[in-house]
């Protein structure tokens, strides 16, 4: 069985005052490669990982729309909000 797997993560420091994304993506339970917000560009652990990350990073569109997930994660803690971190 081979797996796929991308896992988004929006991190939230003091509310949010400070938003991090990570996006983690991992194949056969390996995580090869990763986009962190705080970093700015893609990170390859593995060959296929390296190879990704470098193509990746030197394609503008991809690179927007990675940083453009930060408000996107913004927008969904503001939508969430109310249910989630205010409810008692």
């Given at each position: 069985v081979l797996q796929w797997l991308h896992k988004a993560e929006c991190?939230?420091?003091n509310?949010?005052?400070k938003v991090r994304?990570?996006?983690r993506f991992i194949y056969k339970r390996?995580?090869?490669?990763?986009?962190?917000?705080?970093v700015?560009?893609?990170v390859g652990f593995t060959p296929l990982g390296e190879k990704n990350a470098k193509k990746w990073n030197s394609d503008p569109a991809i690179m927007e729309f990675m940083r453009a997930h930060v408000d996107r994660c913004l927008h969904?803690?503001?939508?969430?909000?109310?249910?989630?971190?205010?409810?008692?």
């Open positions: 991190l939230f420091i509310g949010t005052e994304l990570v996006v390996e995580e090869f490669l990763m986009f962190d917000s705080d700015g560009h893609f969904n803690y503001e939508v969430a909000a109310p249910i989630t971190v205010e409810r008692r």
